[in-house]
């Protein structure tokens, strides 16, 4: 069973940044840098969507388009973790944020097709 901890959630003004992290644990029979990782939002009363995607190479990645350029993800295999910077935040992006891990090697932008996920952290953009 893999456990997926999401930290650097908070409070931050319109054009700030925040660099969320995700760690995981528990990859026993299998290591971290075999599954693919993605990062959602869920803001109130909405559904829950993609924010990006990257592959176990690293060199696959995927951004929804309201947060190209804005936003990236990368990986530290050597550390379990993945990363979501965020840079020029908006109030729209106040949400609460999820990673998830896919038994993938490729990047997945449905949430359906990933296997394990975090609890979540809160991002409130002040505006």
């Known amino acids: 069973q893999v456990q997926l901890i999401e930290s650097g959630g908070g409070l931050v003004q319109a054009g700030g940044s925040l660099r969320l992290s995700c760690a995981a644990s528990?990859?026993?029979?299998?290591?971290?840098?075999?599954?693919?990782m993605g990062w959602f939002r869920q803001a109130p009363g909405k559904e829950r969507d993609i924010v990006g995607s990257?592959?176990?190479?690293?060199?696959?990645?995927y951004y929804a388009d309201s947060v190209k350029g804005r936003f990236t993800i990368s990986r530290d295999n050597a550390k379990n973790t993945v990363y979501l910077q965020m840079n020029s935040l908006k109030f729209e992006d106040t949400a609460v944020y999820y990673c998830?891990?896919?038994?993938?090697?490729?990047?997945?932008?449905?949430?359906?097709?990933?296997?394990?996920w975090g609890q979540g952290t809160q991002v409130t953009v002040s505006s």
């Open positions: 990257i592959s176990v190479s690293g060199n696959g990645l």
């Open positions: 998830a891990a896919a038994n993938s090697r490729f990047v997945r932008i449905v949430g359906e097709l990933y296997d394990y």
């Open positions: 528990g990859v026993s029979g299998r290591t971290f840098s075999s599954y693919t």
